[in-house]
Each structure stands twice: as C-alpha cells, then as structure tokens.
C-alpha cells in the first residue's frame, strides 16, 4: 500500500477513471443528441407527409391510410372531438381528443413523442396528431448507459492491473539499487552500483550513489593517511 509501485499505479488508475469519465459522457451525450436529433427529424417528415396527403386528396392518402410500424394517427376535428385513429389509437375514436398539449404520451405500447399538423377544412381547430414509438431511442439509450457505465467500472481495474505490472517492471532497476546499497561496508572497499542500460530517472540515481560512494572512499582513503601517519 505505500510502495511507489502501488501509489503510481493508482495516480495513472485516477487519472484514466477522469479521463474515460469525462471523454465517455461527452461522447454519450453528444450520441444520444444526434440520435433524438434524428428521430425529431423522422418524427416532422413523416407527419409532414401524412398533413400533405390529408391536405391534399390527390396526394392518394386520406382516410385509407395504413399508417408505418410503430406510428399513431389520429384526425381531430374543429371540435375536439378524433374523428379517426390508425390500429394502437383506435380506442379513442368518437371521442374528446385525451391529450392536448402533451408531446410525450404513453400508451399501451410503450412510450410515443408526437407532433401536430394543421387539418384543413375541418374546423379552425382541427389537427392531425401524429406519434412514434420511442422504443427505438430509449434502448439506444439504455445501451450507451451501460457502455459508459461499463467502461467507468472496467477501466480503473484493468488500468491499476497493468500498471502495476508495468511498474514493477519499470522500478525493478532502482529495487535492485536499494538492496546492493543496503549491502555497503563503510569499513572495506565500497564497489559501485552497476548502471542500467537506459539514462532515465533510475540511472541518474545510481549515478548519484555512486559519486557518493566514491567521495566516500576518497574520504576513506585520506583517513587511512592519516592515521598511517
């Protein structure tokens, strides 16, 4: 727990937890944006196409519309009153229109965003109510969730595991340095430490030891000099 192996190894495994944080839920949002962004825009052409043909008969819709898998019609009338629904909504036809001024409902089927467009000549009021299931998005975003969820979770483990090992191989020079130099004999020859191969951190140590050792057997030497004197 107090080694420089572990304390190094848990900076880095902080550091890539804030890191994959803030990336993963900048990347997250940005993903699930786009993704409402589109199925807004799915949402506005489709009732677009369905106010064209109400609106216009020659367009070859009208009140024989087969309306797409996981889509809800509704055409509601001057007076409030939904004069027609596609299969899902049919239940509220001959009716007051139940949902004025939502843009989330909940139906049977789950979750649907919806979108009005003007009806003409039925009414001053009249509107032609269009939804889409949210079933789509909401899985999407259930699966980015537990993909960030995932990688915040998994990578301080996976992080902390290979540094670890990773710093153990890093520190192996400078572990070895301390047991040769816990070995030192003040009273005989002092040999210097052997030096790594790479000029990193670990040799400058060793380096600095050994000029240590080494005024400390020029000290040595002048001692016996003296007292050989």
Do not use: C
Not at 41 to 55: I, P, S
Not at 146 to 168: C, D, S
Not at 184 to 204: F, G, H
Request: no cysteine.
């Amino acid at each position: 727990m107090h080694s420089l192996r572990f304390r190094l190894a848990m900076m880095y495994t902080l550091l890539a937890l804030a890191l994959v944080a803030l990336v993963g839920t900048v990347m997250t949002v940005q993903l699930l944006r786009d993704l409402d962004g589109q199925f807004q825009a799915r949402l506005d052409e489709r009732a677009d196409r369905l106010a064209e043909g109400f609106n216009n008969r020659a367009a070859g819709l009208g009140e024989t519309l087969v309306a797409p898998a996981g889509s809800y019609v509704m055409l509601v009338d001057g007076s409030g009153q939904v004069t027609y629904g596609t299969p899902g909504v049919q239940d509220f036809q001959r009716s007051p229109f139940p949902f004025g001024g939502q843009t989330v409902v909940s139906l049977a089927h789950g979750a649907v965003r919806v979108v009005t467009r003007p009806w003409s000549g039925h009414g001053k009021n009249a509107f032609i109510w269009v939804a889409l299931s949210e079933d789509v998005l909401i899985q999407a975003r259930r699966s980015a969730v537990r993909v960030l969820t995932l990688a915040i979770i998994g990578t301080p483990f996976l992080t902390l595991l290979l540094a670890w090992f990773a710093g153990q191989r890093a520190l192996r020079g400078l572990g070895q340095a301390a047991l040769l130099a816990g070995r030192i004999n003040p009273s005989s020859s002092v040999a210097a430490l052997p030096l790594p191969r790479r000029q990193d951190e670990v040799y400058e140590l060793l380096n600095a030891i050994n000029l240590l050792l080494l005024r400390i057997e020029t000290q040595q030497s002048r001692e016996k000099q003296l007292l050989g004197q």
